[in-house]
């Protein structure tokens, strides 16, 4: 058993802030300002940056003395204890190689989620570079994370018999000016038809093998991950802060990625996105926030509402997924080596001050 992250040391850690877009920006600022962690490294692929003081990328006040790089070895040479790795895309070659060289990861990449369903090559890749380097990779972050494992291992806790657990993601979109992402992406405004099956294979992949987890964790292993996707039209032509949504076309989406156990659907998680209460669906349309049902011999109802406007909504958010993964550090630095989920650690809790 590895020692309690609490006890394991009075030594403050060494982390390495590993890009700094906009989740990875506040990552870095709370690693400024945490009282047991050191700002020992900032690497970032935007030439731009290279060269800045942390304190200049994340909005600290007063200067780190540490600037950020480039240069992967300078990072290395650094001597972290662990790597904040956060960038758009997860790349196995960098990961090996941090590992390998004796520091740890905490990544809100969702790769390493559930190891049982990892690429047999790269899931040995990295179980070798953790060999080598003596070191632990976990996953985390908002969704998937604390609330597709950390929030449901705890209500199932009290179920003898569980029959489901629904997880629901509201997303109100109308106060979010991202036309491109929106239309072009998401199809908001724009006719109504099937979802693109790459879309659907998107989300299955991305929420998949968190929801294995979970389904691992409670005892009830999962055969087959299934998605869906429904949409619902615009009731009357209105205005969102990303442009106007005729009558008729997209306002709202649901998509269903469903945990089978045995013929069984014992798992759900469900996003929705919407553009305002402007749809006509009999969905129930909530405001942005989650809500958990828990069907079983204990059943449960828990909602979960983000407490400030949507035009808060940008400076409030990052903080749901970067302090987790703050958080997670001492953690994941106590572990045993090798890729760890949040059934191999304990509970992360927070650190005050």
């Known amino acids: ?98 590992l390998a060289a004796g520091v740890n990861i905490v990544t809100t ?37 604390f609330i597709t494992e950390a929030v449901p291992l705890v209500l199932a806790s009290i179920q003898r018999r569980l ?38 294979d998107h989300l299955r992949n991305s929420f998949g093998p968190s929801l294995r987890l979970l389904a691992d964790g409670i ?28 009558q008729g076309t997209v306002a709202a989406q649901r998509i269903t990625i469903s945990g089978i156990h045995k013929g069984r659907t014992v798992l759900r998680f469900q996003p929705i996105w919407h553009c305002g209460a402007q749809a006509e669906t009999d969905w129930e349309i909530r405001p942005t926030g989650w809500h958990i049902g828990v069907e079983g011999d204990a059943p449960l109802e828990i909602d979960m509402v983000f407490p400030f406007p949507l035009d808060q909504m940008a400076e409030h958010s990052p903080a749901y997924t970067a302090n987790r993964a703050v958080n997670a550090v001492r953690y994941v630095c106590a572990a045993s080596p090798g890729i760890r989920t949040v059934l191999d650690l304990p509970p992360i809790t927070a650190t005050l001050g």
């Open 219 to 246: 005892g009830l292993p999962l055969d087959e991950v299934t998605a869906t996707g429904e949409i619902a039209t615009a009731a009357r032509t209105f205005d969102i802060a990303a442009g106007t949504i005729p």
């Open 109 to 145: 990449a969702g790769v390493f989620h559930h190891p049982g369903s990892m690429d047999p090559t790269v899931r040995a890749r990295v179980e070798a570079a953790c060999t080598t380097g003596g070191t632990s990779i976990h996953s985390t972050g908002s969704s998937p994370g």
């Open 1 to 98: 058993m590895h020692p309690s992250p609490l006890t394991a040391s009075a030594t403050p850690l060494r982390v390495a802030q590993w890009s700094t877009g906009t989740i990875g920006a506040r990552a870095l600022r709370a690693l400024v300002d945490h009282p047991e962690l050191v700002l020992a490294g900032v690497y970032s692929h935007t030439a731009a940056k290279q060269g800045r003081d942390a304190a200049e990328l994340c909005g600290s006040p007063a200067p780190t003395g540490v600037r950020a790089t480039g240069d992967i070895g300078e990072i290395l040479r650094g001597t972290p204890d662990c790597v904040l790795y956060m960038p758009q895309s997860c790349d196995i070659d960098e990961v090996c190689r941090i």
């Open 163 to 200: 029959d489901v657990l629904t997880i629901q993601e509201y997303a109100d979109l109308s106060q979010r000016n991202s036309p491109a992402i929106l239309f072009d992406v998401m199809g908001f405004g724009g006719p109504p038809g099937d979802f693109a099956q790459v879309r659907l």
